[in-house]
């Protein structure tokens, strides 16, 4: 099966979309200007404007690879999140996954229903074995997602994950949870 790449998704509530240049400044201003949203990564390329622009000028251009995936997450319009996937192995036919919703709008669901939509493209329409990812096991945040959009609890590697001088447990999680 060839693979599409990044296809607009939508859900119940939300769309799954390609990145457009405009989403730099929202993505600095909600996501690269709060500690929360990198508490527990460390990763945070939405820093400074520049790093922003950069950022999204990078997944613009990767649009033509058909193994990147890379969405923005909108809901009623407004950009609220982001949604990957990255790494794809064509030997284990596995990829990893991430994402993050804005803390404006934490705790109502779009992370688990965003992640469920791609969760099952990945699978039924890019022919993909298993989508994983990780989180440090204080983001009860994201574990909770995880669980909820279908993934299970693979196993946890004991003080693997250093993030600003702080040593945490990394949980990974895998889908489908057979």
């Not at 609220?80 to 990255?86: D, K, L, M």
């Not at 994950?161 to 057979?178: A, H, K, N, S, W």
């Amino acid at each position: 099966m060839a693979m599409e790449g990044t296809e607009e998704l939508k859900t119940e509530r939300l769309v799954l979309r390609r990145y457009r240049m405009e989403d730099a400044a929202v993505l600095h201003e909600q996501f690269g200007k709060d500690p929360e949203m990198f508490k527990y990564s460390g990763w945070n390329p939405y820093a400074s404007a520049e790093m922003a622009e950069a950022t999204v000028r990078d997944f613009i251009a990767r649009y033509t690879d058909p193994q990147f995936f890379g969405w923005a997450i909108e809901y009623q319009g407004e950009l609220i999140g982001t949604i990957g996937a990255y790494d794809y192995d064509p030997l284990t036919g596995e990829i990893e996954t991430g994402f993050s919703i804005a803390r404006a709008f934490w705790g109502r669901g779009f992370a688990s229903e965003a992640l469920r939509c791609v969760l099952e493209y990945l699978i039924s329409q890019e022919g993909i074995h298993a989508v994983t990812a990780w989180c440090a096991s204080e983001n009860t945040g994201s574990a909770k997602t995880m669980r909820k959009a279908g993934m299970r609890m693979s196993h946890e590697d004991k003080g693997s994950l250093e993030v600003d001088g702080i040593r945490y447990d990394r949980m990974y999680f895998i889908y489908p949870g057979e």
